[in-house]
Nanobody, 115 residues
């Protein structure tokens, strides 16, 4: 069983930065990838960034050049460094991993970008 707990969300002005953390129990690195999603009300959950077990990284076009995903095997954690934040980045951010029938999500952390 895997449990994921996100932290690091909050309120920030446009242009600011936040670092999200996803702490995991269980061996998350046995799964193919760790991902960060975000969701705003009445919209589908959007894949923001992904890091695979091989170290390959994907970013959504909307965050490319501003967000950085990373992982720490010793701490069993994944991070999302978010710079140059924009109001449209406002959302609940979720950490996810899994494969096949195994699909694990954290509870989410709110990020609000507003002046």
């Amino acid at each position: 069983q895997v449990q994921l707990v996100e932290s690091g969300g909050g309120s920030v002005q446009p242009g600011g930065s936040l670092r999200l953390s996803c702490a995991a129990s269980g061996n998350i690195f046995s799964f193919p990838a760790m991902e960060w999603y975000r969701q705003v009300p009445a919209k589908q959950r959007e894949l923001v960034a992904q890091i695979t077990s091989a170290g390959n990284i994907y970013y959504a076009d909307s965050v490319k050049g501003r967000f950085t995903i990373s992982r720490d095997g010793a701490k069993n954690s994944v991070y999302l460094q978010m710079n140059s934040l924009k109001p449209e980045d406002t959302a609940v951010y979720y950490c996810r991993t899994g494969q096949g029938l195994y699909d694990y999500w954290g509870q989410g952390t709110q990020v609000t970008v507003s002046s």
